[in-house]
């Protein structure tokens, strides 16, 4: 009863992302749980925090990243906004290496975007009944969290030097310019950078960039 009640509610949600046809995917799955839900659309970061502030939003689905920035940074400020409202974090970005930062940032849930329809069906479910949404992959995070904190940043596995010469990646130098610059041989550099993939478990200078944007202040 309860249940039928709650979905009968208006419930406000604000889908943010910047492709108009994973909104439109998540409204039709929102629409068939939730006839009655009110839906509003952003594309930018920046409208993310302008809707929170102007409309009674109760849920907000965003992305983790947007051509104007990463919504790490703005997780904050619509908590401070509307304490109220619930965040699930819709990403393509590995659930494995970035859900905790988000969940740690103030967002409610994190759900890939390689998820089942079925499974972005219970992540809204849960989000509305619960104010949550732990999936099992969290769950397990927030188990190695407990008993080792340094777990929610994948980059304190990198001995100082590498997360020098990572941020110096990031910041677009070469390995001859960082050979240069911290006075060390190029095929150093190399090595050391074998390690920083190996250790990060990734394959390439993109997805670095994306880990050291998210986990490390430059």
């Given at each position: 009863?309860?249940?039928?009640?709650?979905e009968?509610?208006?419930?406000?949600?604000l889908?943010?992302?910047?492709?108009?046809?994973?909104r439109?995917?998540v409204?039709?799955?929102?629409?068939?749980?939730?006839?009655?839900?009110?839906?509003?659309?952003?594309?930018?970061l920046?409208?993310?925090?302008?809707?929170?502030?102007?409309?009674?939003?109760?849920?907000a689905?965003?992305?983790?990243h947007f051509?104007?920035?990463?919504?790490?940074?703005?997780?904050?400020e619509?908590?401070?906004?509307?304490?109220?409202i619930?965040?699930?974090?819709?990403?393509?970005?590995?659930?494995q290496?970035?859900?905790?930062?988000?969940?740690?940032?103030?967002?409610?849930?994190?759900?890939?975007?390689?998820?089942?329809?079925e499974?972005?069906?219970?992540?809204?479910?849960?989000?509305?009944?619960?104010?949550?949404?732990?999936?099992?992959?969290?769950?397990?995070?927030?188990?190695?969290?407990?008993?080792?904190?340094?777990?929610?940043?994948?980059l304190?596995?990198?001995?100082?030097?590498e997360?020098?010469?990572?941020?110096?990646?990031?910041?677009g130098?070469?390995?001859?310019?960082?050979?240069n610059?911290?006075?060390?041989?190029?095929?150093?550099?190399s090595?050391?950078?074998?390690?920083?993939?190996?250790?990060?478990?990734?394959?390439?200078?993109?997805?670095?960039?994306?880990?050291?944007?998210?986990?490390?202040?430059?």
């Amino acid at each position: 009863m309860m249940e039928s009640q709650m979905e009968n509610k208006e419930i406000t949600f604000l889908l943010a992302d910047d492709h108009s046809i994973v909104r439109q995917g998540v409204q039709i799955i929102i629409n068939e749980i939730f006839p009655n839900a009110k839906i509003y659309h952003t594309s930018s970061l920046q409208q993310v925090v302008e809707q929170v502030k102007l409309k009674q939003i109760d849920i907000a689905v965003i992305d983790a990243h947007f051509p104007d920035g990463n919504s790490l940074h703005i997780l904050s400020e619509i908590k401070n906004a509307k304490p109220e409202i619930k965040i699930l974090i819709f990403s393509g970005l590995e659930e494995q290496l970035h859900a905790l930062k988000y969940i740690n940032a103030g967002a409610n849930g994190y759900l890939s975007k390689l998820s089942e329809e079925e499974e972005v069906k219970q992540a809204v479910l849960s989000i509305v009944h619960k104010g949550e949404y732990i999936s099992a992959v969290v769950q397990n995070l927030l188990v190695q969290f407990a008993s080792d904190p340094n777990a929610i940043n994948p980059l304190s596995g990198l001995t100082k030097r590498e997360l020098q010469i990572a941020a110096m990646y990031a910041e677009g130098y070469g390995n001859l310019e960082i050979a240069n610059h911290l006075d060390i041989k190029q095929n150093t550099v190399s090595t050391i950078k074998k390690n920083i993939f190996d250790k990060l478990k990734i394959e390439n200078l993109v997805e670095l960039i994306e880990l050291i944007k998210t986990h490390h202040n430059m």
